[in-house]
């Protein structure tokens, strides 16, 4: 209420009222992951633009759902992939399309959290899903190529507490392209000096190194204050590809990456390689 008066909007008790405003055109999806396919049904079925955070579900049938009923309704879909946005990352994809290395082979992407101990991968998706989606839609967006194959690892070396949740701690994945081309990721969830996220990209004339997010001074409990700038800068673009009547936005992106995360899953549990299918 109090927000409502401040930028004179209109109050809704809840989002089923909300979703019958006329005046709604676009809705915003910020909540747990484990409501994110209830929430995209009921939003579809009132035809509204949907701008949805990372990830779309939490299982892969729920996510194939998604999928199918996205392309049917043929609803206005945008996702969340705020590291495209970031000035460091779109710096590093014009090196990469300028040719300054020439020919990408091989991508290694590290990303560790400050202390988050304690597993919730039923409400936020877990590692995978949470985390690995956003390095899995980098190392695309860079590669420009169809991955094609995903071989993950799994531990819970800091917190056995993510056990319950069938979710993992530390994590190393590798990834395939269709241009031979190879990605390899390392997760954790835990790190004694701090937010630590970084990016090696070699390729057949040279090497770039992108460490501009580990922060090892300022030991930040939540990493996301260090992105709001490309918060905001997704935010706006999204709004501008409404106006100019475009596609949906990033949906396709968004869908691989998740698809990727959920295959990584199951190659831990099957303990072998799993093709990636064709969109």
């Known amino acids: 209420k109090t927000l409502s008066t401040r930028f004179n909007a209109q109050h809704a008790s809840n989002w089923h009222t909300a979703l019958k405003y006329n005046n709604v055109h676009v809705v915003l999806i910020a909540s747990t ?3 994110h396919f209830n929430l995209i049904k009921k939003i579809i079925k009132n035809n509204k633009i949907i701008f949805c955070e990372k990830p779309l579900s939490c299982n892969l049938r729920s996510t194939k759902k998604i999928y199918e009923l996205v392309k049917s309704s043929k609803i206005f879909f945008g996702m969340a992939l ?8 779109l710096k590093l994809k014009n090196k990469i399309d300028s040719g300054n290395i020439g020919k990408i082979e091989t991508l290694s992407f590290v990303h560790r959290t400050f202390n988050k101990i304690g597993g919730n991968a039923k ?3 877990g590692l995978f899903r949470d985390k690995g989606i956003h390095f899995f839609d980098l190392a695309n967006w860079f590669v420009n190529s169809k991955p094609i194959e995903v071989t993950a690892f799994g531990s819970c070396l800091i917190d056995n507490s993510f056990i319950r949740d069938k979710d993992y701690d530390t994590a190393m994945i590798l990834i395939k392209y269709e241009n031979d081309v190879l990605a390899q990721f ?4 835990r790190t004694s000096y701090g ?5 090696e990209i070699f390729g057949s004339k040279g090497i770039i190194h992108l460490d501009t997010f580990t922060n090892k001074k300022k030991k930040y409990d939540n990493f996301n204050i260090r992105f709001l700038s490309s ?5 706006d673009v999204f709004i501008n590809h409404i106006l100019r009547k475009g596609r949906n936005f990033l949906f396709y992106e968004g ?3 998740q698809l990727i995360s959920e295959l990584a899953i199951k190659s831990i549990i099957k303990r072998k390689k799993i093709l990636i299918p064709k969109i």
């Open 195 to 199: 937010h630590e996220e970084r990016v």
């Open 231 to 235: 918060y905001k800068k997704e935010l």
């Open 33 to 35: 992951a484990s409501s």
């Open 82 to 89: 705020n590291r495209r946005f970031a000035k460091e990352y």
């Open 255 to 257: 869908y691989l990456s």
């Open 123 to 125: 409400n936020d998706g």
């Open 186 to 189: 390392t997760f954790g969830r």
